[in-house]
């Protein structure tokens, strides 16, 4: 007689047994074992939790709608909003919205916004997918100058209803508005902030938003002005890609209201920035233990602004240009590194120009950096 077990069952009726279970318990059977993680948050599977609501309806069906929302007991993960953005935002529209966000937020700590999309995910215990999200933004620039109305209606509406968030990803905002934001002050347990796709060319007329909380913030392809916006005074990851090219503008915006990071990422859009202007501002981050730096010309003598007292532990070069890789008082002014990386750089040849950095281009930096670890990409 064969022993028939649990997960000898086909894909598809694991799928329909996992149905009965409350969603906490879904993401809680994800870590039992690997088969069970890869059913549960494969393509397939994820979507069942997935409602898409359509908010161009008429005002009766909107209604309707909203009382059906109400009264069901059914969990989600993922909501997926479709509206018209030229269309007026109605205080029906707005209900549904609110309505969702609270089904979200109810059992979240954590929110992913796309709001090109205007899709709202809950992420709850499920590090992966989120790390996964963080690295990865859509970034395809949709401009919509029509309905802004709407949007940051639903960025205040999460900040209402989602008040003890511990992560807040906001994707492709597309928004110029420098009052967007203020809503953001109430999430006063918020660890994690990453915003992507925000233009403000003007300083906000309030003072920097207070997050008291806030460990990691990272602002992607945003104006310089953006670095004004928020205050946290235990912040110990700040990144940064900037859609300026002004470097010393962008670090005395960023030094205003940021400097107590261990851990800081620079990354810029123009490689005529040399690295040694940002390199002068870092006496302002008494803290800092690691430095990634991206997009910037790196020349010889790169290191000449850098005090020899500073702590830096790890250096991290993403798609630079260098003119060598023998730096002017590598040795001594970076004598507590540990781990030095090149990823996706380029080195001047003077024959055949740029090509990028090989295994035998770092040899004789291992030499005279025998006790740092030193990679050609980083993870």
Known sequence: MCEFHFNDLPFELMCEIFDYLPLRDV??????????NAIIFSEVYI???QLLVNLDHSLPVLKQMAQLLEASDREYYSVVLRANLGSPLTEARLRIVKLMIRLLADRAESLYFNMADFRIESCVSERLLRGRKLQVIDTRAKYIPLGMGLKESMLG????YAVDLVDLVI????????????????LRHLKLLLISDYYPYVKPPEPPIVLPCLENLSLIKVTDESCH???????KRFFIHSTGTDAPRT????????TGVSRLCLHFTARSIQAEVIFGWLDRFPNLLALELAGVALPVNVLNQLNPTNRLQKLIFASCHLEAMRLDGLDVKLSRLRLLCFDGCSLFHKQTGFHPVHYEDIEELRQTLPNCTIMLDYD
């Open 27 to 36: 993401k809680n059977a994800a870590i039992v074992c690997r088969r069970w």
């Open 157 to 160: 509406a999460i900040c209402e």
């Open 251 to 258: 670090m005395d915006f960023i030094t205003q209201n940021i």
């Open 171 to 186: 994707a492709e905002m597309n928004i110029n508005n420098p009052k967007a934001l203020v809503p953001l002050s109430s």
């Open 47 to 49: 979507h069942r939790f």
């Open 229 to 235: 916006f928020f205050r946290a005074d235990n912040l």
